[in-house]
């Protein structure tokens, strides 16, 4: 089993960028694919992005393209989403998720094994 915990949320103005860690403990993170979701007030929880165990492979929700990357750091249990050109409509409660096939990685939440608490991301224009 692994415990997910997530920083480093907050409020930013448009255009600006943000930086959300993940920090896993109880189990060997390399052993886990990494996934960010986020949820919206009165709207369904969506796929942000995932990466495989050895960050080989990552997939992006098309909203976020070009603006959000993922990164995890395995010796430090910790996986990253680092988002810049913030909009307001990015504005939600973001989890990280750990999938238990390393080499697999998708946008089904179903997918997912295990979930942090999120970290509330605000984004003001």
């Known amino acids: 089993q692994v415990h997910l915990v997530e920083s480093g949320g907050g409020l930013v103005q448009a255009g600006g960028s943000l930086r959300l860690s993940c920090t896993a403990s109880?189990?060997?993170?390399?052993?886990?694919?990494m996934g960010w979701f986020r949820q919206a007030p009165g709207k369904e929880r969506e796929f942000v992005g995932a990466i495989d165990w050895r960050s080989a492979a990552r997939d992006y929700a098309e909203p976020v393209k070009g603006r959000f990357t993922i990164t995890r750091n395995n010796a430090e249990n910790s996986a990253y989403l680092q988002m810049h050109n913030l909009k307001v409509e990015d504005t939600a409660i973001y989890y990280c998720a750990a999938d238990y096939r390393p080499a697999i990685i998708g946008p089904a939440p179903q997918w997912y094994d295990y979930w942090g608490q999120g970290a509330q991301v605000t984004v003001s224009s």
């Open positions: 109880g189990s060997i993170f390399s052993d886990y694919a």
